[in-house]
T-cell receptor, first 112, second 112 residues
Framework: QQPVQSPQAVILREGEDAVINCSSS?????VHWYRQKHGEAPVFLMI?????EQKGHEKISASFNEKKQQSSLYLTASQLSYSGTYFC?????????????FGQGTTLQVKP | DGGITQSPKYLFRKEGQNVTLSCEQN?????MYWYRQDPGQGLRLIYY???????QKGDIAEGYSVSREKKESFPLTVTSAQKNPTAFYLC???????????FGDGTRLSIL
């Protein structure tokens, strides 16, 4: 049931772009994205809903392919502050419970 | 400022001992969640509560117990039945349903 994230880790230079993918074997109702810096609490980035609605961050975009049960997070013109571990959380079935199953995370390191 | 407060930040448990982790929020959120995070892993849901006096088991509830007597508070007890309790525990809250979850700073639990 746990979604699979890819890649596991990525290293970028400032200004480069990255894509992080999240795939599920189950039908998804919503996908949530969070970023966690080392030793800190996760911070909300984006929610993508079945049907195309999005809620979230101005500088980060994402997509949700309901047929493929997959979401992708697009980080453009990366900044040093983008470094951290990115988690997707998936809500299955009919949704609206707030119960999320998180992927194992993708570690992003942005270098000067 | 509104937020979620977890205490203590560090906690040590002796063999056979129950310990309780505190989680308080002043965001007026209906839903609250407890997650466990192991090194290099994603977040796994222990328990969640969508309303006062009601809570549901998550994916790894064995060895844990919770109560939700007040809207602001959702304490987690790690019982002696939890044989591998060493982990980083995160509490979160949300307005419920498909809404962002706001996380506390976590409690790191270790075994003496």
């Amino acid at each position: 049931q746990q979604p699979v994230q890819s890649p596991q880790a990525v290293i970028l230079r400032e200004g480069e772009d990255a894509v992080i993918n999240c795939s599920s074997s189950k039908a998804l109702y919503s996908v949530h994205w969070y970023r966690q810096k080392h030793g800190e609490a996760p911070v909300f980035l984006m929610i993508l809903l079945k049907g195309g609605e999005q809620k979230g961050h101005e500088k980060i975009s994402a997509s949700f392919n309901e047929k493929k049960q997959q979401s992708s997070l697009y980080l453009t013109a990366s900044q040093l502050s983008y470094s951290g571990t990115y988690f997707c959380g998936t809500e299955l079935g009919s949704g609206n419970t707030g119960k999320l199953i998180f992927g194992q995370g993708t570690t992003l390191q942005v270098k000067p | 400022d509104g937020g979620i407060t977890q205490s203590p930040k560090y906690l040590f448990r002796k063999e056979g001992q129950n310990v309780t982790l505190s989680c308080e929020q002043n965001l007026n959120h209906d839903a609250m969640y407890w997650y466990r995070q192991d090194p290099g892993q994603g977040l796994r849901l222990i328990y969640y509560s969508q309303i006062v006096n009601d809570f549901q088991k998550g994916d790894i509830a064995e060895g844990y117990s919770v109560s939700r007597e007040k809207k602001e508070s959702f304490p987690l007890t790690v019982t002696s039945a939890q044989k591998n309790p060493t982990a980083f525990y995160l509490c979160a809250s949300s307005r419920g349903g498909i809404q962002p979850q706001h996380f506390g700073d976590g409690t790191r639990l270790s075994i003496l």
